[in-house]
Structures are given as C-alpha cells and as structure tokens.
C-alpha cells in the first residue's frame, strides 16, 4: 500500500513503520494518523510479521498533533475533540498497545504531546541520546490524551507523572532513562542497529507468549492478588496449549535451542 505520510518496511519478520513528514518533525496531521491506524491494523494482522518498530522520519520521532489539523476544534458546531481522539490517537495507542507482538519505539529525536503518548504505548523504548520528551498538552491548554494519561503513571509512578503532566517540563534521553521513561539510551549513530537486533531477538522468541504476557500485565494492574492468581491461571491454560510452548519444552529436554514460530 502506498502512503503520503507514511514509509512501511520489512526486514525479515520485523516491520518498521517510520512516521515521515520530518519537516514538522513527524506531527500528527490527519493524513499521518488514518495512515498509521491502516498500516498497524495490517500489521497486527499479518503473521509474517512478528515484531513493529515505530520510528520517525528525519530528526524527530514525533512533535505531538497537527495544530493546524485540530486548530478551534472544540468550538462551538466544531468536532468534539473526544471524536477525533476516539478515531485517531486513541485508536493508534489502542492498537500499539494491544497488537499481539512486540512494539519497540525507536526514539530519535522529539516526542512531544500525542506523539510522546504513542511512544509510551508501544511495549519498549529505545531513544537516541540526543531525543527527548515532552507531555506539552498543557503548554497549549489541554489534559493528556491519546493513552498518556493511562501509560505515563505505569511506567514512571503517579507522583512524577503528575509533575510530568502539569509543567510540561522537556525530559531529556539521561533523565528519562533514570526515571524509566525509557528502556534504554543509544549513541544516535547506533540506535536503529540496536532497536533492529532488539527487535529480531523478541521476533525470535515465542510470541504467542508475549502477546499473552502484554494482555496479563495490562488487565492485572488494577486487580487484587487473588483475582490476579486466578487470571494468570486462565491465562497459562491457554499458553500452555501453544506450538511454542510444546516446542520450548521439546528443545529443553533434546538439549537444543527452540524454533518458535508464534504460535
């Protein structure tokens, strides 16, 4: 499929998807948006595919919305903002989040607003050191959307999430490996080599099991220990009924490495 703003591509069973309008630094236009949504929602589909990269075109992963997408909307006889998240980034989180494969977000340059919420919807985050971070959304008089507001204090406590939100303050790649932010922090010059050897590794490992793992942690976070005892109990019923687990457990016992095939 051919995209305006968009560059899909495969190396083996790894598809990076690389947002590409680099000369607003990858912002979020509703051309961009309706492209990602198609081309993750292939992605999830395709079981070719067994592991997504997220990157951006040029010197930036992605600088938040378009405002000249979304200028005045919330005006009276306007689009209500929820309807346009609801069909656009929230629908992008929703799929980075839930696709059944790992999600790697190759951080190169600015995540800002909705752009840094896509970053933390995707399951790891490798980022440039010269890369960093923004919640913006108050610096422009709106609260977070597009997950942010539901990933950001999983991942870096309520606490800073909250101070994170409310200042609007810019996180540098340092910083935001400290507190957690990312996984990981990568010379410019070696991050897609790193985030591509990452993403071949969990490519290579059994994924029907990773999949389960995301779709556990997720619905557990709010769960008591005993309601969470009996869903990974449902949850390891149905892993165990997998290729991937019958051959994880052939290999062991004939003393050989695996050949998993995510399913």
């Given at each position: 499929m051919a995209y305006e703003q968009l560059i899909v591509e495969r190396d083996g069973d790894v598809a990076v998807v690389r947002l590409n309008n680099p000369s607003k630094l990858n912002a979020l236009s509703e051309t961009m948006t309706s492209e990602l949504n198609a081309a993750l929602e292939e992605l999830a589909a395709d079981e070719a595919v067994r592991a997504?990269?997220?990157?951006?075109?040029?010197?930036?992963?992605?600088?938040?919305?378009?405002?000249?997408?979304?200028?005045?909307?919330?005006?009276?006889?306007?689009?209500?903002?929820?309807?346009?998240?609801?069909?656009?980034?929230?629908?992008?989180?929703?799929?980075?989040?839930?696709?059944?494969?790992?999600?790697?977000?190759?951080?190169?340059?600015?995540?800002?607003?909705?752009?840094?919420?896509?970053?933390?919807?995707?399951?790891?985050?490798?980022?440039?050191?010269?890369?960093?971070?923004?919640?913006?959304?108050?610096?422009?008089?709106?609260?977070?959307?597009?997950?942010?507001?539901?990933?950001?204090?999983?991942?870096?406590?309520?606490?800073?999430?909250?101070?994170?939100?409310?200042?609007?303050?810019?996180?540098?790649a340092a910083r935001a490996e400290e507190i957690g932010l990312v996984n990981r922090v990568v010379a410019a010059e070696r991050l897609h080599d790193e985030t591509m050897e990452l993403a071949a590794r969990l490519a290579a490992m059994p994924t029907a099991a990773i999949a389960l793992t995301k779709s556990l942690l997720r619905d557990t976070s709010t769960l008591s220990l005993d309601e969470t005892l009996t869903v990974e109990g449902r949850v390891q019923d149905e892993a165990a009924l997998t290729a991937d687990h019958r051959e994880g457990v052939r290999a062991f016992l004939e003393k050989r490495e695996p050949r998993f095939e995510g399913r």
């Open positions: 997504i990269v997220l990157t951006g075109e040029g010197r930036g992963f992605c600088s938040g919305a378009d405002l000249g997408d979304i200028d005045g909307a919330g005006s009276e006889g306007d689009v209500a903002p929820s309807e346009l998240l609801e069909n656009g980034y929230a629908k992008a989180a929703r799929l980075l989040a839930t696709a059944a494969k790992p999600v790697i977000a190759e951080v190169n340059g600015v995540a800002a607003g909705a752009g840094m919420a896509l970053a933390l919807a995707c399951d790891l985050r490798l980022a440039s050191d010269a890369a960093w971070f923004t919640m913006g959304f108050v610096r422009i008089g709106l609260a977070p959307d597009s997950g942010a507001a539901y990933f950001l204090p999983r991942i870096v406590g309520a606490a800073r999430a909250l101070e994170l939100s409310i200042t609007g303050d810019r996180v540098d």
